[in-house]
Each structure stands twice: as structure tokens, then as C-alpha cells.
């Protein structure tokens, strides 16, 4: 996929060279008298061009995680430039002509990152890497039950704040609301980063990560402190790790990170969903097939034929709802933690028809995330050991308002239930004990890091009841 990628940019940027030579012999001839609707055609496509180049340019370093600020979106960045183009050609025609040579110069300044960018696509494209395995299971024992385990749900980008506090007015979330009466709810939870990619590892190690990258043959490297050494994730350093040394058995079911290659030795079950590359890449696909597999989809879609068509939201929903069923009910497995993208955001859900498709709100997710609580917590009644489990439901962060407010699937109800871009920092964090029925909360401010030392009491056999968890809190 990457020999392809590097290819599509070579020869791109081969035909946007050629294309604006083109532009060029077109606008710089002043000499011959060019009709006037010509010379119009003209600075049109020079003020879409340049509107286009610098929506595209906002829009990757707004995905690039790089600039987060409200206001800014590639929308308003091709206003921006288009509009200032068009009406200094209007209004002051002498200073359009200085206003296109700038911003070209400043392209050309920019085309120069091709001489880094292609040659590190090409290592990258010829490195080797794992084939990562989507899923195994290990062979296991036969476990006596009922027997202690603990199922950790964790559901991304869950705002304590959107589910408990500043509830949308007929928002129902009732398995939440049940689970709060029979748990302690720590409403104080204080964030340990940003990103899924960074808190996640963070929480199995114990240790903060503020960067994290990738090398070549696809290992977790990750900073401490910002601008400190690099360091290469170590499972053998894990909770998992833990857990099975303490004799526990161990899996994982989830989304957006390689949990099976991060943590392949310390885990007995593993079930993944990573995220699809867009075009119709593949890394089944040879290089020139991945190469020439957009323009085929472009050319079928044309033409109106099917290919490859995509798996629906709807069937990927019910593969990552199934995979996380059948490990909760697994009872070999005694330490389950189950990644959930839920209720991140865009919306895919219709609270109103109960239909997972593309469209809807962070609270149509929020209505999908309870409705897939209940789920899980029907199939673990069905197991011999539901009334032994200890119940962890988390969340990784609060819902990024500044992310996603004036970007793709943000809806008028996103800006109403977000009081137009406030941001709540806090997670979610819920702790149900067996045997536990009444509500109990802990208001004062705890990290979310601190939990990696919770789940390990837990492990040790150093906490079993919500007055030992209060007791833990008290010395976070």
C-alpha cells in the first residue's frame, strides 16, 4: 500500500506540474490582446486553485492533529484565499497579478517537501513488517466456575459530562443510569492525555506517553515527557503481563489500535478491527493493484457497476459488538478489556429508528453506547461467573469539541449539546464489585493514569469491594 501511495504521489504531482505550466502559458502572455471572458476563465481557476490548495493544506493539518482551533476549517480556508483573490482582482487589479507570483512562490517553496516526502515513502514502502493477525485464540484449560474475573469496557471518547451531568433533554441511557446505582461513579476523573493512541498503552504500562510514533517494522515507540527519549512499548511490562503472572488468563476485543501485534505473547484471545485504508488500498492487493484500485473504483462508480463494495456501518457495528459478546461470555478468559468505538464521533447511529447507518449525533452514539452496554451485560448474566465479575466501565477521553466542531458529521444538535464548543475534560469511570447494589462517588479529582495502579489491586487480590476502591482513592 505504501509502494502504491508513493507511486500516486509521483505521478500526481507529475500532472499538477504539467497542469499548472498550462495555467501558467495561459495567464503570463500579456502581449496578445486576450479576450475578456478569457482572461475571467482564467483568474477563476488560479482563485479556485489556490482556495482548494489551501482547504486541503488546513484540512490535513487539522487531521494531522497539528491545529485544533474552532474557527479554523477547510470550508472557511478556501473562503478565506478565493474570496481575498477575487476581490483584490475586482478592486486593485496591479496587486492581483503580486498576490498570485507570492502565493506561487510560496508553492513552489512548499512543492520542495516532495524531495523528503517520496524517499521516505519509499523506505517505508519497501521495510518489513508484520502481517498482523486480526485474531487467535490460544488453546486454553478448562476453568472451574463460577471463578473471579474482571470484564473492562471501555468506551472511547465518553464524556462523564454529556452522560451524567448535562444529560440532552430525552436522552435515555438507561443501562448507564443502572449501572451508576449499583457502582461507584468517580465524577472527578482528570484526563491523561488526548489521543486513543497515546492513553490507551498508557493505562496497560502505568507510565504517561505524550508522543507516540511508529518504526519501521511496526513497534510502539513513545515519549514521557515531550522532547524526551524514545522509548519501545514493553507488554511484558503490561497489566496483562501482570495478570498472567498472577495466573489469570487474558483478552482483549477492540478497535483503532494493533492490539494484537502490541501484546501477542501476553495475551490468550485476541480480536481487532483496525481501520480501513480508504480507495479501495489493501494489503492483500499487489502494489500495482492498490495503485490502480482508486481509479477502478472511480471508473466502476461511473459506470454505476459494484466494486468491492465497502461493509456497511451496520455490519461493522455488529462484527464489533459479536467479537466483544463472545468475550465477555468466554469464561476461560479472566481478565477481558474491550475497546468500543463508542460514542466517538462522527454519528452512525438513529436513535429515533434504532438503524446504524451513516448520519446522526454524539448523542445518537451516546444512545448507541448504552444500548450496546445493555448487550454486553446480557451476555455476561448468562455466564456462570456474572455474580464473580468485577465490572470496569471507562472511558479513554471526554468528547473532543475542538476536534470536531465545524467539521465532517457535525450537527446542530453536536453544537446545542456542547453549548456551542464548551469542552468537559472529564472521562468516564464506573466500578461495579460483585455482590455491589448501592451507588457510591468519588468527587475528588483522581488521574485517569492512576487506574493502571487499580486494575493491579484488583489483579493482586488487593481490592474487591467499592470500600477498598474508596479507601485506593483517598491516596490518588
Known amino acids: 500500500m505504501v509502494r502504491a501511495l508513493a507511486i500516486d504521489v509521483a505521478v500526481l504531482t507529475l500532472f499538477a506540474t ?12 500579456v502581449g496578445r490582446p486576450w479576450p475578456l471572458y478569457r482572461r475571467r476563465f482564467v483568474v477563476l481557476v488560479w482563485v479556485l486553485w489556490f482556495g482548494v490548495l489551501a482547504a486541503r493544506a488546513i484540512t490535513g493539518l487539522i487531521v494531522a492533529q497539528v491545529l485544533s482551533w474552532q474557527e479554523l476549517s477547510g470550508g472557511r480556508a478556501f473562503a478565506v484565499v478565493a474570496g481575498m483573490l477575487l476581490a483584490i482582482w475586482l478592486i486593485a487589479p496591479r496587486w ?13 517553496l512548499l512543492g520542495f517537501s516532495i524531495f523528503w516526502a517520496l524517499p521516505t515513502l519509499l523506505v517505508a514502502g519497501f521495510a ?12 486454553l484449560p478448562a476453568k472451574a ?15 462523564y459530562d454529556q452522560v451524567f451531568v448535562h444529560r440532552w433533554q430525552g436522552l435515555e441511557l438507561p443501562n448507564l443510569d443502572r449501572l451508576r446505582a449499583e457502582s461507584v461513579t468517580f465524577s472527578d476523573m482528570q484526563p491523561d492525555g488526548y489521543f486513543t493512541e497515546q492513553i490507551i498503552p498508557s493505562l496497560f504500562m502505568g507510565k504517561p506517553f505524550v508522543n507516540v510514533r511508529s518504526t519501521e ?36 476485543s477492540g478497535d483503532y489500535n494493533p492490539y494484537c501485534r502490541m501484546l501477542k505473547d501476553q495475551l490468550d484471545f485476541c480480536s481487532q478491527r ?21 481509479m477502478h473504483a472511480m471508473w466502476a462508480r461511473a459506470l454505476r457497476e459494484r466494486y468491492e463494495p465497502a461493509p456497511s456501518e451496520a455490519e461493522i457495528f ?6 466483544a459478546q463472545r468475550l465477555v461470555t468466554d469464561e476461560k478468559v479472566d481478565f477481558a478489556f474491550l475497546h468500543l468505538y463508542l460514542p466517538h464521533p462522527p454519528g452512525f447511529y438513529d436513535r429515533k429508528t434504532g438503524k446504524v447507518a451513516i448520519g446522526g449525533s454524539y448523542i445518537d452514539n451516546l444512545a448507541l453506547a448504552d444500548r450496546s452496554l445493555g448487550d454486553l451485560l446480557q451476555a455476561l448474566g448468562t455466564t456462570q461467573s456474572a455474580d464473580e465479575t468485577t465490572l470496569i466501565v471507562s472511558s479513554d477521553h471526554s468528547w473532543r469539541v475542538d476536534i470536531w466542531r465545524n467539521g465532517f458529521g457535525w450537527t446542530k444538535e453536536d453544537e446545542l449539546a456542547s453549548e456551542h464548543g464548551h469542552f468537559d475534560l472529564r472521562p468516564t469511570l464506573i466500578v461495579r464489585f460483585p455482590g455491589e447494589t448501592a451507588p457510591a462517588d468519588v468527587a475528588r479529582p483522581i488521574p485517569l493514569l492512576a487506574m493502571h495502579s487499580m486494575i493491579e489491586r484488583m489483579i493482586a487480590g488487593e481490592m474487591g469491594d467499592a470500600q477498598g476502591l474508596e479507601a485506593w482513592a483517598d491516596t490518588q
Open 96 to 108: 492581483y497579478a503580486v498576490a498570485v507570483q507570492g502565493l506561487r512562490a510560496a508553492v513552489l
Open 128 to 139: 518489513h513488517q508484520q502481517y498482523d493477525q486480526i485474531e487467535f485464540q490460544k488453546p
Open 318 to 323: 455488529a462484527g464489533m459488538l459479536s467479537s
Open 145 to 159: 466456575t463460577p471463578h473471579q474475573r474482571i470484564v473492562w469496557l471501555l468506551f472511547d471518547e465518553m464524556s
Open 217 to 252: 517494522a511496526g513497534a510502539l515507540l513513545y515519549r514521557s515527557v515531550k522532547g524526551g527519549h524514545w522509548n519501545e512499548f514493553d507488554g511484558n511490562a503490561s497489566l496483562f503481563a501482570d495478570a498472567q503472572h498472577a495466573g489469570w488468563t487474558t483478552g482483549i
Open 18 to 29: 504539467f497542469a499548472v505550466r498550462l495555467l501558467e502559458r495561459a495567464d503570463g502572455d
Open 274 to 294: 483496525l481501520i480501513v485504508f480508504g480507495d479501495h488500498l489493501s494489503r492483500d492487493k499487489s502494489t500495482w493493484g492498490n495503485f490502480t484500485a482508486p
